[in-house]
């Protein structure tokens, strides 16, 4: 789902039932949630999110919703501590620590007014036997593409994580008027050149080595980018500090770096012509919905099957072998943004962006599935 104009052709109803969305506190699972939720407010449910204190929604983009925060029992050291090592330990402990304050919160939620049901993000394992103990029917919104399902189910993974996160800290935002100043920048200059908008996703992090192969070839490809390099995103790095030297004049204005941005508004701008992504299942959609080639590395999770269909079965990106150094890296970007494999690539990424909307406008099967969700939730 994309939350610009999820399903525009939807008329604003009224029916007085409540929802209660459960969204996992990271990025990629916090915004699907919301723009479901989004799209059930428009069909006349009242909405409440009940989120945790750590790594809240940013509310005052949703002033049409109920929010209740429950603690997450983690303190501030221990959010300090979060790293890649110690993510999968972050989920069960959620899965934990969240039990009591939900069933609480829930069970208080219930004595107000009825509550039609539970949308939960189906990482909160704990929440159906909370549901089945209020008698409450529950939903669970998965985050990532139906096609990981059969995947997984074929494969065991063992006992090693594969689970990467980090804690958002303040984060320098890049706001609509960066956007513009960048983009003038291009009209004024008369400069037609497409742009590269690189960004790994809210979690993935990588090493110092990894992170300068990146920067070399970006430096390579000769392409004007905007680079997404979230602070603690570089193993043993706050920020920039492992930037190669000489990087920044190699690139002069051809580059810029920034610590989060605005990411379907970027994908959303004429100037971007292709995203060096993770392929992390929101990231893909918001470029596709966008009509956005691709150049893909993937990391871990469902980003690898993600990226597969991404490059081998619609056809819309590179993938960019591990193997490669920094000098085909560069060669591959450029591939990508001027040579006409990219450019048929683009034509693609165009009519896929077709179909998606057309899917999403009555009739279409997006459209359906939800009037369907809608019909189903009403049933109950
Ligand atoms: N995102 C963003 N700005 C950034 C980086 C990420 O708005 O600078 C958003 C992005 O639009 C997407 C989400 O964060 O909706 C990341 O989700 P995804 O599934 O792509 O990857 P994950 O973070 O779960 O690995």
């Not at 479901?36 to 790594?55: C, Q």
């Not at 706001?175 to 996703?201: A, C, P, Q």
């Not at 004049?249 to 970027?266: D, H, L, N, S, T």
Request: hydrophobic share 40%; charged share 20%.
């Amino acid at each position: 789902m994309n939350n610009h104009e999820p399903v525009a052709t939807v008329e604003p109803q009224s029916n007085n039932r409540r929802l209660v969305l459960f969204p996992l506190p990271f990025q990629g699972h916090i915004n699907p949630m919301l723009q479901l939720a989004n799209i059930l407010h428009t069909k006349g449910f009242k909405i409440i999110i009940i989120h945790t204190d750590f790594n809240s929604p940013n509310q005052s983009n949703y002033p049409q919703f109920t929010f209740v925060s429950i603690s997450a029992g983690l303190s501030k050291s221990k959010d300090g501590s979060l790293n890649l090592d110690t993510s999968n330990y972050v989920i069960n402990f959620l899965n934990k620590s969240c039990i009591e304050p939900f069933t609480v919160c829930m069970a208080k939620l219930l004595e107000l007014e009825p509550v039609t049901c539970l949308i939960s993000d189906a990482i909160w394992h704990f929440t159906q036997s909370v549901a089945d103990s209020l008698k409450l029917k529950r939903i669970v919104l998965r985050t990532s593409s139906m096609s990981c399902i059969p995947v997984y189910a074929a494969f065991v993974l063992g006992e090693k994580s594969y689970f990467k996160t980090t804690i958002k800290e303040e984060l320098e935002l890049m706001t609509e008027k960066d956007i513009e100043e960048i983009h003038k920048d291009r009209s004024e200059k008369g400069n037609k050149e497409l742009i590269l908008y690189v960004s790994f996703g809210s979690i993935a992090q990588m090493s110092e080595a990894e992170f300068s192969d990146m920067a070399w070839g970006l430096a390579n490809s000769k392409q004007r980018f905007l680079w997404v390099v979230r602070p603690g995103s570089i193993y043993g790095s706050q920020w920039l500090e492992s930037l190669p030297k000489g990087f920044m004049e190699e690139v002069g204005e051809r580059g810029r770096i920034v610590k989060w941005a605005p990411q379907q508004e970027v994908l959303a701008h004429q100037a971007i012509g292709c995203f060096w992504t993770h392929n992390g299942w929101n990231s893909t959609l918001e470029s596709i919905c966008e009509g956005v080639p691709m150049i893909c590395s993937p990391c871990s999770y469902d980003q690898p099957i993600n990226a597969r269909y991404v490059t081998d079965v619609w056809k819309i990106g590179a993938m960019l072998d591990e193997e490669m150094n920094w000098e085909q890296t560069g060669i591959a970007i450029k591939k990508v943004i001027t040579g006409k494999e990219g450019s048929e690539m683009r034509q693609r990424s165009k009519s896929l962006q077709e179909k998606v909307n057309k899917s999403m406008q009555k009739g279409g099967s997006a459209y359906q599935s939800l009037e369907n969700l809608v019909d189903y939730i009403l049933s109950i």
